[in-house]
């Protein structure tokens, strides 16, 4: 592993470590031969299932009778809370997610029961004969009635330092707003799907789009009543997840492991795009309040901080994303005196789960608001209020929760991007513009990210992998990663394929199976390469050793006198092929199977006191957006966009690249036009494609300049000194409505700070351009 | 041939058995014909993931254009050809250029959407032509990808041609195995519903007199054009289409004619055919249509359906009725005109009889010095229904207006004239004064609805801005237009 500072050494191998290597499923992805749950064959037998849904957001169920449903044509089985043999849950730990409604519906949507028939049409045509009776409950749908109701899934969470109060009080500047941040929906192409064979003994099988494979597999041994053991989850691979497919899927594939068990047959569920949409949960909005003081020059001395987020029927992750909202409150700036509360609010609407950034973009959106407004408050240029906070030395290097930032490269980053992307001297030009600019305006920001890298939850910071190697060198590579595109596989490949300094072609990708690897974490919180990346090496480097003791003993040669080199192996004055060696080993009955093991260290967290070190580093990145507003309409468009992200040492520049600029698109569209409406009777409006807007391709920008940062090097020994990347470049977006911000302060000639809501949707902007225009209380 | 749908797939023959007339190309191809490679992403023409090219004969020749297979009837297919990603495999089993391009570029990563993107982009190679980055973009709007932010794909389609330009099908052959295919009487395929079990009629005439004697005969029958609408009551509302006529076939419903003064444009022509004509009559109606849905949805998608349907966010309407264009409705009682306008009464209500169908939009030219501006409002600039769409015609001598349309869609229950707005503007100084004047007026003209796409306060708020913009771009002012802005300093 490289530790020196001058930059990667990159082997000769094919698929080395550091080198951009394509997707190892781009070829089958372009032909339409990779395969996805729903293309697998279909059994002939096979049951086909639909789910009957609540429709009212909060009601008691006072009778139920699916008499109909069961006696339709083609009808197997139907399925509700009283059928199922273990327990009704398939909440990720609180305990508080029923599979089916039991006695009481929660949200529009809720599962109440399932219909498993000969086919799908049977199945659809079944379920609209039930007859579910109900006794309308008062509901809360949002955060505002929440807050009336004190509705929430815990107690409010406290974190922060020094004295804000005071600092407050003492402020030579004070300001204070309040805003609200939009939730999200994933919109993974590939909805959610699970397909389960029933096995001997009443055990099941089952394909399901997952990211955590291992959640799958005990909840849905839970809702059997059987052990860990009767169940085996599998997934090749996910037609996306961002977040989505890491604890909604148990549902489904209990659903039909419940299906397949009880009739014997194999059984099959995949939503439609409307039902996905209704049925499982979203980012969390939020709302924001702050109250800030500063100096002259735009240095936060105090600042206070309250954010609200809807979580939705249970309590799923959101305690662990409110948390992470709360490690991102201080982005890349560091706040001395600073008090943040967290209102966790419980509603009758979809459970809120993880997605990309895992409240984490809710959290660091905040701050840049904040700065924002000190900047047009003290008519500065907002890159200059932001160097002024970033994170320093001892003494302006603690965050607060108490962990010491070591490894702050935002303000390098800052810097660099700034002079790339001209942006001073846009700036000004786009002064100039909008001065002569009638109807349309024109806004930039540059902004930074700071993002930490660790699953808060201490414990789930561990992986595992499986590596064999064949008597003929061929090497078979299995861990408790899942792929959803992000090219996982690929780099852990590339990983394996460089400690055996082999062509990563001799590496074969096998799909995720819990028989392989066990009690495995999701692949989530960006830590994918990194906890699989390290635990496959381990087990590489098992097999290595015996196999370098192997060689020696039968050479006779000191063991520091073998190296592996370019799908060769060395062996003092000899060579020979990797696979020749593997074959002597094997003859020579040496172990060629190892599985490897990883967990992160150093890492600790108190969330009684919220203080520790709950991330091993931080990933940082800066990206500077220019947008143009119509003030007659509120359209806009990003036109050019500029990023510098950082991820150490990349494993693949390529993918790495991939993914910054998915995130940001993805983080665009959450800040623009991706808007989730629910009905005043909780019902979500916004459910399909037609209605809900992710970003196409003209969305872009036309120019758009990203660039890894070529002096990236982690400082903590992650796998080759890479970083992670998954989720920290979707927090560039927020430079994107920042510059919005900027463009709507224009018409008030950067005088007042915009009342702008995310997403920026044209109604959002023509409303905040018009109140902008309104005379002001001072 | 009851009951049996004839079309081309990779150089041969398929005779699909048709159960239900209703079935889906994406159904048959994935769970008939064990097809995988085409995916359903959302089922409702939305997303791009089922993306196929259809050939069908035109003018003796194929032509070759991008659809939504979640959407489009099975039984329509008939006597065309099918391209599906699988067909594009080449003939030593490797992978076409546009394939390989987006391999190289990087243009797939959780691969879900990527056979819809190769066959949008496939559409586009057969072009024979690098295209640039609108025409690109325009291709692809109709496809989403969550994963690559798009500059992957778009540099793909970029290169796409550099990789292999050899690749194109031989027409000649192509066309000849499809006029083997063509029908001339009424194709006709009985079926039961899968999901009622019900008996469904599927009639397919290839003449407007045929057409005229069906509809007649089953009055109550649904009329298919592009499917674009009634594909969803299958897919989403899981209804049972008892009897369906489909007019796609009905060739005189698919002449567009230029007679001097005006342009007739047979109700059963797509918009991507009608865009071509009425862009050059009425640039900004060309720029407005450009928005409508995606390239697949205006492949399919008719401008007699958009019309016929009565729906009240539907963007022909209003951009038609400024233009002043009429329609003509015809049974077997004959033919009338009626302007376009009254043809929508009140929402699901129109002027047509039972057995009455629209058979042509007849669109005047311009007149000369006509001022006409049209404007589509959506949260998303490609491929979103609008909030509201507005369109204005105005015609003035000696600096007073003589002429005014003002025409909106998703401001009322059905697309409609903003009367008392363009009262206050007929006769009088088009001016500043007269347009404000005109935009309070607006107020009294609609009440609109609050729903998912927009408030009430923004659709009446941004109808008066949009005849501000209108005024003002008349008068000169040239930065109003958000469309290919470019940044301060490109580099």
Redesign the interface.
Known sequence: MPSDTTGPQISDIKGAVHTDLRHDSAHKHVAGSAVYIDDLPEPKNMLHLYVGTSAKAHAQITSMDLTKVRAAPGVACVLSASDIPGHNDVSPFAGDDPLFADGVVEYIGQPVFVVAADSIEAAIAAEKLADIRYEILPHITNIDSAEKAKSYIEASQKMGQGDAEVKLAEAENRLSGSFRIGGQDHFYLEGQIAFATPEEDGDVHVFSSTQHPSEVQHLVAHVLGRPTNAVTVEVRRMGGGFGGKETSPAMFAAMCALAAVKTGRPAKLRLDRDDDMIITGKRHDFKYDYDVGFDSEGHISGLKIAMASRCGRSTDLSPAINDRAMFHADNCYYLSDIDIVSHRYKTHTVSNTAFRGFGGPQGMIGIERVIEHIALDLGLDPLDVRAANLYGDTGRNITPFGMKVEDCVAGQLLETLAESAHYRARRKQIRAYNASSKILKKGIAITPVKFGISFTTTHLNQAGALVHIYADGSVHLNHGGTEMGQGLFTKVAQVVAEEFQIDVSHVKITATTTAKVPNTSATAASSGSDLNGMAALDAARTIKRRLIDFAAKSYGCPKDRISFRNNLVYIENKRIAFSELTKQAYLARVSLSSTGFYKTPKIHYDRVTHKGRPFLYFCYGAAVSEVVIDTLTGENRVVRTDILHETGRSLNPAIDLGQIEGAFVQGMGWLTTEELVFGDDGSLKTHAPSTYKIPTASDRPDVMNINLWNKGRNIEASIHRSKAVGEPPFMLANAVFMAIVDAVASVADYRLSPHLDAPATPEAVLMAVMDIRKPREA | MTNTVQFMLDGALVRATVADPSVTLLTYL??EM?R?????????G??G?CTVVVGELRDGNVHYRAVNACILFLATLDGKELL???S??SKDGG?HP???A???T??????????GF?MSLYALYLKGVVST?AE???A??G????????????DAATKMHEIGADELPDLAAKTNALMNLKRDVTLKIEGRA????GRTVYYAPVTIAALTKLYSDNPDAILLAGGTDVGLWVT?M?KTLNTVISVSDVAELKEIKDLGGCVEIGAGVNYSDAMAVLSGLYPDMGGVMRRIGSTQIRNSGTIGGNIANGSPIGDMPPLLITAAAQVVARSIEGVRTLDIEDYFIDYGVQDIKPGEFLEKIIVPKPAEGLMYGA?K?????????S?VCASFAVLTHMGVTRRVRIAFGGMAATPKRAAKAEAMMLGKPFNIATIEAAMAAMADDFTPLS?????AN?RL??AQ??L??FY?EQQG?V?????N???????
Do not use: W
Request: hydrophobic content about 30%.
């Open positions: 994935r769970y064990a995988t490679g085409t995916k359903e992403g959302c089922a409702e939305d997303c993931a599906t990603v699988e594009l495999k992978l546009v394939q390989k987006l391999v190289e990087h243009g797939s990563q959780c691969g879900f959407c990527t056979p190769v980055k690109i973009e325009e692809i709007a496809n989403l990808c969550r994963c690559t932010g798009y500059g992957p794909i778009i899968q999901i009622s079990g989403k899981h404007y409002l959506s949260k998303r600039f490609d491929q979103d229904i909030a729903d998912m796409r927009a408030s923004y708020q941004v801005n949009l501000m913009k003002l002012e930065e109003t237009r958000l469309l802005k470019e940044p301060v300093y490109a580099q």
